[in-house]
């Protein structure tokens, strides 16, 4: 069974940086793609990042490109995302998720396979 479980949400001030943390569990990396996504109030669900395991590929939404990263660390099974210099507009719950089609989490945000419980950001002004 797939799991994941997001952690590292809170309070930060724009500008300020946070790491989101997926603990995953019940696949194997190389054969799907991860990534986040996020929903702010009122808001439809965005697509922000996905790391394709076949290849360590990457794409970023164009709101979050050069501020955000993602990366996986085998070791702990854990994919990461780091934000830095976030804005208020950053404000969201962060979804974790995997598809084991490899569909791209940027663009295809709402068929995916799988999903986390969600962590919520907030950045003040």
């Known amino acids: 069974e797939v799991q994941l479980v997001e952690s590292g949400g809170g309070v930060v001030q724009a500008g300020g940086s946070l790491r989101l943390s997926c603990a995953a569990s019940?696949?194997?990396?190389?054969?799907?793609?991860v990534g986040w996504i996020r929903q702010a109030p009122g808001k439809e669900r965005e697509g922000v990042s996905c790391?394709?395991?076949?290849?360590?590929?990457?794409d970023y939404a164009d709101s979050v490109k050069g501020r955000f990263t993602i990366s996986f660390d085998d070791a702990k099974n854990t994919i990461y995302l780091q934000m830095n210099n976030l804005k208020p507009e950053d404000t969201a719950v962060y979804y974790c998720?995997?598809?084991?089609?490899?569909?791209?989490?940027?663009?295809?945000?709402?068929?995916?396979?799988?999903y986390g419980q969600g962590t919520t950001v907030t950045v003040s002004s």
């Open positions: 790391l394709f395991g076949h290849d360590g590929s990457t």
């Open positions: 019940g696949f194997t990396f190389e054969d799907y793609s």
């Open positions: 998720a995997a598809d084991g089609h490899g569909l791209n989490v940027v663009l295809y945000e709402r068929y995916l396979e799988h």
